[in-house]
């Protein structure tokens, strides 16, 4: 069962460089979501999914974009990379739901933005 | 301010301790709460689903809602060792919010032997 994969599991960039963070479920799951984690401020929405070609903005989208072109596949892409972005990013995918499904959560690509 | 508000610890008991983990949350339009819990490099999983006022229980971890005060908590009974981890609470307003959840800080809990 490998349920929701990132790839890189790490990753090293420099100033201004770009990057694009790959998330991929094996559930068939309607929704994806992109979370960031850093200290002291829990996990916060960057952008979500709720189908096949359908994104929005979460509570801090700014200098991310993402892409659902395949219903198992949701990418996050930084065009221009900043330091403010260094962070562990979770993607998570749900069932179609009002809020009563649990959301599956991959184990999140480490990044660092020198 | 935070719509949900967590202290982040650390916290740290020994074997076999009753744990109590809080939260406070200030959108009145959350219905539905969870804690996830979080081991160390990994991602979230989900811990407890509570819907709206009350209590669930399942083994050792209760989960309590008091949507009145706007108020979380998790207890658990003769915590282990491997309960150390970062607990995360989190909640959705249900409806058209298409499972967004908003989390709380998380709370990093050491159970020592």
């Known amino acids: 069962n490998a349920g929701v994969t990132q790839t890189p599991k790490f990753r090293v960039l420099k100033t201004g460089q770009s990057m694009t963070l790959l998330c991929a479920q094996d559930?068939?799951?309607?929704?994806m979501y992109w979370y960031r984690q850093d200290p002291g401020m829990g996990l916060r929405l960057i952008h979500y999914?709720?189908?096949?070609?359908?994104?929005a903005k979460g509570e801090v989208p700014d200098g991310y974009n993402v892409s659902r072109l395949k219903k198992q596949n949701f990418l996050l892409g930084l065009e221009s990379a900043a330091p403010s972005q260094t962070s562990v990013y979770f993607c998570?995918?749900?069932?179609?739901?009002?809020?009563?499904?649990?959301?599956?959560f991959g184990d999140g690509t480490r990044l660092s933005i020198l | 301010q935070k719509e949900v508000e967590q202290d982040p610890g650390p916290l740290s008991v020994p074997e076999g301790a009753i744990v109590s983990l809080n939260c406070t949350y200030s959108?009145?339009?959350?219905?539905?709460f969870m804690w996830y819990r979080q081991y160390s490099r990994k991602g979230p999983e989900l811990l407890m689903y509570?819907?709206?006022?009350g209590n669930k229980e399942d083994g050792r971890f209760t989960a309590q809602v008091d949507k009145s005060s706007k108020y979380i908590s998790l207890f658990i009974r003769d915590s282990q060792p491997s309960d150390s981890a970062t607990y995360l609470c989190?909640?959705?307003?249900?409806?058209?919010?298409?499972?967004?959840?908003?989390f709380g800080q998380g709370t990093i809990l050491t159970v020592h032997p």
């Open positions: 989190a909640s959705n307003a249900g409806g058209t919010s298409y499972g967004k959840l908003t």
């Open positions: 999914s709720v189908g096949e070609g359908t994104t």
């Open positions: 509570t819907y709206s006022s």
């Open positions: 559930m068939n799951h309607e929704y």
């Open positions: 959108n009145s339009a959350f219905q539905y």
């Open positions: 998570a995918s749900s069932r179609p739901t009002d809020s009563n499904q649990p959301q599956h």
